[in-house]
Nanobody, 115 residues
Framework: QVQLVESGGGLVQPGGSLRLSCAFSGGIFSTYAMGWYRQAPGKQRDMVAAITNPASTNYLDLVKDRFTISRDNAKNTVYLQMNSLKSEDTAVYYC?????????WGQGTQVTVSS
C-alpha cells in the first residue's frame, strides 16, 4: 500500500521560504504522478503543483513564480520549494500520488505565514 509522509511545514514570516518534503513508500515511485495540494480553513483543497515522470510540471497561477516542485526518484521523494511566502499561503499542505486514476494522500503538514 502506498504511504506518503510530509515534512517541512512550520511557521514562517511573510517573504520567507520553506521546503516541504514528501517521502513515498509502498510502490515504484517513478511510475506515479506526484502533486502538492493545500487546504485553508473553510476552503476547498486546491492543487498547488504537480509533476509527472519524466518531469513535466504544472502550477496554480497564484504560486507559479514563487513555488517549485521537484522529485528525486532515487530518494522516492517529492519536494515543494516555497519562496516569497505570503499570509494567503497559510494552509495545510498535502502530498498526493496518482496512478491509473487512483489517488493516495499524506496526512498533511501545516504551513503558517505570519509575522
Amino acid at each position: 500500500q502506498v504511504q506518503l509522509v510530509e515534512s517541512g511545514g512550520g511557521l514562517v514570516q511573510p517573504g520567507g521560504s520553506l521546503r516541504l518534503s514528501c517521502a513515498f513508500s509502498g510502490g515504484i515511485f517513478s511510475t506515479y504522478a506526484m502533486g502538492w495540494y493545500r487546504q485553508a480553513p473553510g476552503k476547498q483543497r486546491d492543487m498547488v503543483a504537480a509533476i509527472t515522470n519524466p518531469a513535466s510540471t504544472n502550477y496554480l497561477d497564484l504560486v507559479k513564480d514563487r513555488f517549485t516542485i521537484s522529485r528525486d526518484n532515487a530518494k522516492n521523494t517529492v519536494y515543494l520549494q516555497m519562496n516569497s511566502l505570503k499570509s494567503e499561503d497559510t494552509a495545510v499542505y498535502y502530498c498526493r500520488a496518482r496512478k491509473f486514476g487512483v489517488d493516495y494522500w499524506g496526512q498533511g503538514t501545516q504551513v503558517t505565514v505570519s509575522s
